[in-house]
Nanobody
Framework: QVQLVESGGGLVQRGGSLSLSCEAS????????WSWYRQAPGKERELVAV???????TVVDSVKGRFAISRDNAKKTQYLQMNSLKVEDTAIYFC???????????????GGQGTQVTVSS
């Protein structure tokens, strides 16, 4: 079994910055893609950023130039640096990882419990 734990959420003023982390633990042979999603109140969950095992990072247009995704393979951790935050960035942010399990060799997608990011005006 694999667990993902997000951290770093909180309350910040408009224009401020936050850095999210997501650490994976458990039966892990390798991690392929990492991604961040977010879900605002009353809205569907949406993709924010993806980073491949080769390090190719992609962010959606709404956060381009403000958010950056990165990973540390040795620490089995991914990060989301969020700058110039807007009120509309307020949401629960969820971490996902595509993992090859150590024990059974299966490839599965795991998700974290989410961390709240609130941007005040």
């Amino acid at each position: 079994q694999v667990q993902l734990v997000e951290s770093g959420g909180g309350l910040v003023q408009r224009g401020g910055s936050l850095s999210l982390s997501c650490e994976a633990s458990g039966s892990i042979a390798s991690i392929y893609n990492w991604s961040w999603y977010r879900q605002a109140p009353g809205k569907e969950r949406e993709l924010v950023a993806v980073i491949t095992d080769g390090g190719t990072a992609t962010v959606v247009d709404s956060v381009k130039g403000r958010f950056a995704i990165s990973r540390d393979n040795a620490k089995k951790t991914q990060y989301l640096q969020m700058n110039s935050l807007k009120v509309e960035d307020t949401a629960i942010y969820f971490c996902y990882a595509v993992v090859r399990e150590q024990e059974r060799g299966l490839i599965r997608t795991y998700g974290g419990q989410g961390t709240q990011v609130t941007v005040s005006s």
